[in-house]
């Protein structure tokens, strides 16, 4: 079953309906961890994902976007989760990640991680938890997120 929404918004999880400009100038110009991420960057992830977006009813203006990376089995990644300024506050934020459960849980996904610096109640009212064992991951930098030819 999915979450209630708040009133005026629905959830698409369609990539054609995405505002692509928004989009990038949202995560790349206001967002600590994809900041100066290009274009052509931005569009490769959308492509490799699953999409969320939140759109104001009537107008269809995007409201909010999350993102997934996955294998479809065993494992799923929650990441540029992203609410517009002028959309804060009204629970936007939570209800999009309660309605990106709930899909991965329908679709049998037995985990999903995320990261963030500073929304962890907004996870954490959508049952996100720390890693109960943080020392068993792992991390491997590869190259600086926008380095020309990556």
Do not use: I
């Amino acid at each position: 079953m999915n979450p209630p929404l708040p009133a005026g918004y629905e959830l698409s999880t369609d990539p054609a309906r995405l505002d692509r400009a928004r989009l990038h100038r949202w995560l790349s110009e206001d967002t600590y961890w994809a900041s100066g991420r290009t274009r052509e960057r931005q569009e490769r992830a959308v492509a490799g994902s699953l999409n969320f977006a939140l759109y104001a009813t009537g107008s269809g203006r995007q409201a909010a976007y999350a993102r997934v990376v996955t294998d479809h089995a065993t494992f799923a990644w929650l990441c540029d989760v992203y609410v517009d300024r002028a959309d804060r506050g009204r629970g936007l934020g939570t209800a999009l990640v309660e309605a990106v459960a709930a899909d991965l849980t329908a679709r049998g996904l037995p985990r999903v991680v995320l990261a963030t610096r500073d929304a962890h109640g907004v996870y954490e009212k959508a049952g996100f938890r720390p890693l109960p064992v943080p020392g068993e991951w792992l991390t491997r930098p590869l190259a600086a997120p926008d380095t020309p030819g990556r």
